[in-house]
C-alpha cells in the first residue's frame, strides 16, 4: 500500500443471523469480491447455539463429545464446514467476524493473515484488562492463561478470505461442555465477563463487537472503517439464501 493511501474496510453490522444464512451470504461475497464487484469487508454478527465442525471432518467428530440428537434437544444447530480448526461453538453473546478479504491487495499472507486475527482478539481484550496471548505451538485461538477466549477458522480460496474468528464476551460457557473445544483437550474456556470479574461493568455487546471490527482493520493495515446496520445490509441474507 503506497503511502498515504486511503484504505477502507466496510464493516456490516448483521446481528444475530443463522449459521446456515451466514455461510451463504459469504459464499455469495467471496465471488463477488474476486470479481471485483464488491470491496473488501467483514461481517460482524452473532449465532443462535451453533456447533461447528472444521475441514478435518473424522478429528472434529471425535471431539464432539455428544450426539447430534442431544445438541438439537440443548437448541443447537450442527454444521460440517470447510473452515480450518476443529469443532467450535457459536452463540449468543459471542462476537463473531467474517472479514472476505483479498489477501494479494493487503500484500498478506496466511501466516500474518491469521495473526492479524489473534492481534485483534488480544487488543480488545486489553482495552478491558485482560492479558491475552496466542496459543502455545498446536493451540489456535487467544488465550488467558490457559483458558481459552477467542477461536480462529479460517478459509483462503484463491487468496481471498472467509470464515474468521469468535470472541467470548459473555456466552454460555455451559454449551462448551459438549466439545472438546478446537480440539484441545485438557484446557479450559473463558469469557471476557469472566476474567474482569463481576464488579466491572463491560459495555453493550455491539460496542464491543466494533472495538473487534477497529483493531483487526488497523492491524489489518486500513484506514478507515466503514459500518452499515443491518438495516442496509440485512436484505441481502434473504438474498443469498433464496438464490442458493
Not at 500500500?1 to 451463504?24: D, F, H, I, N, P
Not at 492491524?219 to 459500518?227: A, M, N, S
Request: net charge neutral.
Amino acid at each position: 500500500m503506497s503511502g498515504g493511501a486511503r484504505r477502507v474496510l466496510e464493516a456490516w453490522r448483521l446481528g444475530v443471523v443463522k449459521y446456515g444464512e451466514a455461510l451463504q451470504l459469504q459464499e455469495r461475497l467471496v465471488a463477488d469480491r474476486k470479481a471485483g464487484r464488491v470491496g473488501d469487508l467483514v461481517l460482524s454478527l452473532q449465532h443462535p447455539p451453533t456447533y461447528t465442525l472444521g475441514k478435518r471432518r473424522e478429528k472434529a467428530e471425535r471431539n464432539l463429545l455428544a450426539p447430534e440428537a442431544e445438541l438439537r434437544a440443548l437448541g443447537a444447530e450442527l454444521h460440517r464446514t470447510e473452515r480450518g480448526g476443529d469443532v467450535t461453538f457459536h452463540g449468543p453473546r459471542q462476537a463473531v467476524l467474517y472479514p472476505v478479504l483479498s489477501l494479494r491487495s493487503l500484500g498478506l499472507g496466511a501466516r500474518r493473515y491469521v495473526e492479524g486475527l489473534e492481534s485483534a482478539m488480544i487488543q480488545v481484550a486489553a482495552l478491558h484488562g485482560v492479558s491475552a496471548r496466542p496459543g502455545d505451538p498446536g493451540e489456535t485461538g487467544v488465550w488467558v492463561g490457559d483458558r481459552k477466549i477467542g477461536a480462529i477458522g479460517v478459509r483462503i480460496s484463491s487468496g481471498f478470505t472467509w470464515h474468521g474468528l469468535a470472541f467470548n464476551i459473555d456466552p454460555d460457557l455451559g454449551y462448551f461442555e459438549h466439545i472438546v473445544p478446537c480440539g484441545i483437550a485438557g484446557k479450559g474456556v473463558t469469557s471476557l465477563r469472566r476474567e474482569v470479574g463481576d464488579g466491572v461493568e463491560l459495555p453493550a455487546d455491539g460496542v464491543i463487537h466494533d472495538q473487534l471490527v477497529r483493531c483487526l482493520a488497523t492491524t489489518l493495515g486500513f484506514t478507515d472503517v466503514e459500518f452499515k446496520d443491518d438495516c442496509e445490509r440485512g436484505d441481502l441474507i434473504g438474498a443469498a439464501t433464496t438464490q442458493s
